[in-house]
Each structure stands twice: as structure tokens, then as C-alpha cells.
């Protein structure tokens, strides 16, 4: 992702009211989304009743590009298994997550999202869109971190490291501590871009795309070039979660996003027809889900999946977002292959940076404003 915003990012800033969740004994107004006796259960209804669910699907199993192929064209978002990335190193994902957001919220404000970069601590971007706060927090890491490590641990931070632990210890009794963080995200980072290409190909071999036909892939097809974003995402014990929502309903303005959860249910797709459908962590599983470069990149075939994220009345939720665009000069359109006379280019091409930069002005909307005509 860009580390610096376009100016229409910039001209939509999100503004923090951030509260400290732990004070709450009941969900106070700002942040109850439905009244309970609300017959709009627009927000509040599941298709939990109803049978179907996300397909999980075993990387190693030979029919992995069909199946794939499936979920992305009826879901637009499908869990994988046997993906490669090893759980130590999820693990310690999890544990940085903890270690971060159970610092005091003096703290992390500190080390608050600017309007000069998309990177730091703050609510949801999406917030503006609403006009009911979202019970989470969340920190955003969009290359190097450590100047905001060194807000988050302060004048002091030379003196003090992040353990991983929910306590900060002396630096001396743990010189590791800073280091070790940094290179557990940086360590993420690689294998999820690993991960990230390797489901670019499956996806997109599953429409009979090729390495040809996407020249910036890179000389060896492993999209090294693409860009990417980290989003740690925290969504506290909430008194009263029917109410409550933790990340509203949006798509991701990305190729794809590998989301990983922690053993704690929360996520939901919403299905055509169905309504919403919750994600349930499945051990050592990872979610993807498609984001709306690829629906433009596959001129609408595979559906970029609109997700929410609910909160729980005694568990706190984790869960890390890796968000995978294209290279930053990189124009997305509709794949040569994938139109013709009988199939003309539904959408114009769009840098991400662009895209980002619709999205924060139109949120919803963005993806439409790209259309070129409507289908018959
Ligand atoms: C996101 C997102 C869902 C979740 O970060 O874009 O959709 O379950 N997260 O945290
Ligand atoms: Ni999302």
C-alpha cells in the first residue's frame, strides 16, 4: 500500500474519539447500532440458521485451483488450510497483536494515524461512513514501524522493550524485546506475500489466466513487487454485542486480503440470498477474501465479498488483515483475456493509490464510480 496518502485520502480524514473500552459497564448510545426492539435487523441478522458455509479449502488437496475457482465465483471469500505458513509464526503474530493493544489508551494515541500516513493507531477509516461508533481499535502498519514502536514506547523506550507478555519489563532484563518484534512482522510480512501470490495464481488460474497475461507479476510470476498493508485489529469484550458492531460492513479495496483470526468467531461474509454468514476460526486456517481490484481485474466475474465483524460479551477478538494490492504504477483493469466482443471492459483502469483515494471520499460507491456501462 502507499505509505503516503493521495490527496483525496488526505482530504477525508477520520477523527478520533477514541475511549477506553474496558470503562464501559453497558454500550453507551454512540455505539449501539439497533435499538433491540428495531425491526431493521439490517445489521443485526445472520444467516447463522441456514447451512451453507464458507468453503475451507486444503491447499495440498490436487483439486485446490477448481475449488478455489468455486468459492471466489459464489462467495467471494474462502478459508485455507495446509497453506505453509507456520503456526509458530501466527502465534507470534497473535502475541505482538495482544502485546500492542493492551497498552493504555493515552499511549497509543500517541502513536495516532496522520494525515501524512496511513500507518499508526486509530479507529476504523470507514468510521466517517456511519453514525454509530465501531466497538474496536486498530493499528496499521504500511512499511517500517518503528517510528511509531517509539511513540508507543516513548522517551523511554531505549529503557523499555515489549515483551511477549501483556507487560512492558525493563529493557535490560529482555534486550531482545524490540527486535524480536520487529522481525516477527517483518517475517509475517514476507510469508504472507509468499502466500499472497501463490492465491493470486490459484485465483486467477482458476479463469484460465496465465503468467503472461499479468506482465506485472515480475519476470518470475510471484507478484514480489506488489504492496501491502498490515492491519492489526482489536475488538474488545463488549457489555452488550447485539447491539454492538465491530467493523461495519465494507469491502476491501485490495487484489485479496489473508485474514487470520484468533480462536475467536466474529467475522461474517454477507451471501446473495442468504444474508450473513459467520467465519468461524478454524485451527491453523486463514480466511481470504477478494477485494475490489480483483473484481475489477476479473471484470466482475469473482465478486469482491462484503464483511463485517461482530464482537463478544466475554472474549476479546483479534485478528491480523494482510491487505494485497498491486505494485503502486500499477494501472488495474480488466484482464485482456477475460474480455472480447462479447464481453466488453465493465470498468476503467485505476492506480490502488487512486482507488484508495475514491474509496475514502465515496466508500460504497467507489467501485461503481469505476464502471464503464452496465451489463444487459
Ligand atoms: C479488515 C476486516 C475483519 C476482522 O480489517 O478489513 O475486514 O474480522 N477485518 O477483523
Ligand atoms: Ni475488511
Known sequence: MPSKPSEDYQAHPVHLKHQDFTSFQELPDSFAWTQRSDDDSHYLSTGDSISESVPVIDLSDPNALPLIGHACKTWGVFQVTNHGVPSTLLDNMERITKTLFSLPVQQKLKASRSLESVSGYGVARISSFFPKQMWSEGFTIVGSPVEHFRKLWPEDYSRYCIVFTV??????????????????????????????????????????????????????????????????????????PDRAMGLAPHTDSTLLTILYQNNTSG????????????????????????????????????????????????????????LFGPPSSVKISPLSKLVGPSQLPLYRPVTWNEYLGTKAKHFNKALSSFRLCTPL
Not at 480466511?287 to 471484470?299: A, Y
Open 167 to 240: 507487560y512492558y519489563v525493563p529493557y535490560s532484563s529482555l534486550m531482545a524485546g524490540w527486535e524480536e518484534i520487529l522481525d516477527g512482522i517483518k517475517e509475517y510480512e514476507e510469508e504472507m506475500k509468499r502466500l499472497a501470490g501463490r492465491l493470486m495464481w490459484l485465483t486467477l488460474g482458476s479463469l484460465g489466466i496465465t503468467k503472461e497475461d499479468v506482465k506485472w507479476a515480475g519476470l518470475k510470476g510471484d507478484f514480489k513487487e506488489g504492496s501491502a498493508a498490515v492491519q492489526l485489529n482489536h475488538y474488545p469484550a463488549c457489555p452488550d
Open 267 to 322: 467475522l461474517q461474509v454477507h451471501k446473495e440470498g442468504t444474508g450473513w454468514v459467520t467465519v468461524p476460526p478454524v485451527p491453523g486456517g486463514l480466511v481470504v477474501n477478494l477485494g475490489d481490484l480483483l473484481h475489477i481485474l476479473s471484470n466482475g466475474l469473482y465478486p469482491s465479498v462484503l464483511h463485517r465483524a461482530k464482537v463478544n460479551r466475554s472474549r476479546q477478538r483479534l485478528s491480523v488483515a494482510y
